[in-house]
């Protein structure tokens, strides 16, 4: 009993040192498990695309250990360099950005990704250093700052078109804002504010946009067009029932019925061929993730590592909700995957970095106290 306790205490320290954070770490490892399942399923059993997936998931661990590294007043130097470079990014792809199926949204400098998933990160370390910066709660200055701050690249996001990480990138910002202790007719004003703009933003939307908020609303009235992915998606999730129906029995999925099953709709696949049970075995693991994040974030030394910690949490849980929420279909298809569990090269990369800071608040928290 005591060898035992003495080898969990030397590993503890170990990752410590390493600045890993082990109750994070194992829940990622179950993740990634349940997505390696997932995928190879999804891809009806091709190994070369589990390969594929896989070098991902390495590639996104390696990020983590690396985001991990950095202290957290590092990450405070660099926030406002690494926003200005993600925001000189976002411009050159209005300028001479790449086009595939009909959004600009990638830039090629010898390799091709998107500006906007860099975004993600630097969002909440730029938020979170300006508010850190000033007076609590914030004046009226910092708070039209912080709103100019944080709605410069979220226009530019949605006009590529991408509504799905616009959304997130504000929702990453805007929840910092939020936590910074604003008053309440602030809110109440933003919230009437934003009501009175809906129709200008309906009218600014792209026609395919509006198409999908007019299929989330009836998705019957065109089954075989723009409401299929959601009719499909739904008829999956309801006739997995309790159990579902096994590993790789899906006929939703396997008779390739289920369009984008790999990515977006990935949730799909694991609701039909492992039923309710397994749903809430995945939300449960969600749910400790974004537990642990905010307990870090309440265990902080500082504000910044603070409201970095809690903005990384809450919008893992808004990346979770969003695209679970359009594929049962009580959110319209915005184009989000489940974290660490869809297939995907840069989301995966920018979220386990994401993660990696959690690790690194709460690992340097230690040793400084030390």
Not at 29 to 55: K, P, R, T, W
Not at 281 to 299: E, K, Q
Request: charge should be positive.
């Amino acid at each position: 009993m005591q060898t035992n306790q003495f080898q969990l205490k030397t590993a503890n320290i170990l990752a410590d040192r390493a600045h890993i954070d082990m109750p994070l770490i194992s829940a990622f490892f179950i993740i990634f498990l349940i997505s390696g399942i997932a995928i190879f399923s999804a891809s009806n059993g091709n190994s070369n695309f589990v390969i594929d997936h896989s070098i991902n998931i390495a590639v996104s661990i390696v990020a983590m250990t690396i985001a991990a590294q950095i202290s957290p007043m590092t990450y405070g130097r660099i926030a406002p360099w690494l926003y200005f470079l993600c925001l000189m990014l976002l411009i050159m792809v209005l300028v001479f950005g790449e086009t595939k199926n009909n959004a600009t949204r990638w830039l090629n400098l010898g390799i091709t990704f998107q500006p906007s998933e860099l975004m993600k990160i630097a969002m909440p370390l730029m938020i979170a250093r300006y508010i850190a910066t000033g007076t609590l709660p914030p004046t009226n200055i910092s708070i039209l700052i912080s709103l100019l701050i944080v709605l410069l690249p979220t226009a530019m996001i949605l006009y590529q078109p991408d509504l799905g990480t616009s959304i997130l990138i504000a929702f990453s910002g805007l929840v910092i804002v939020f936590l910074s202790g604003i008053k309440k007719r602030y809110l109440f004003t933003g919230l009437l504010f934003f009501i009175a703009s809906l129709p200008f933003i309906w009218k600014n939307i792209h026609p395919f946009q509006q198409k999908r908020v007019l299929t989330f609303l009836d998705p019957e009235q065109d089954p075989l067009g723009a409401g299929y992915h959601i009719i499909q998606s739904k008829i999956a999730i309801g006739s997995g029932g309790l159990f579902g129906k096994g590993w790789m029995n899906g006929t939703q999925g396997q008779l390739d019925f289920l369009p984008e099953r790999t990515t977006d709709f990935i949730f799909s696949i694991l609701a039909e061929e492992f039923g309710l049970a397994g749903v809430i075995i995945i939300v449960i693991i969600y749910l400790f993730i974004v537990g642990r994040g905010l307990l870090i974030a309440i265990n902080s030394q500082d504000l910044f590592s603070r409201l970095v910690a809690s903005s990384i949490s809450l919008t893992f849980f808004i990346y979770v909700f969003v695209n679970m929420g359009m594929t049962t279909g009580i959110l319209p298809v915005v184009g989000v995957p489940l974290p660490l569990i869809s297939k995907g090269g840069t989301s995966s990369v920018t979220l386990m970095i994401g993660l990696g800071i959690l690790m690194s608040i709460r690992t340097h928290k230690r040793l400084i106290s030390k």
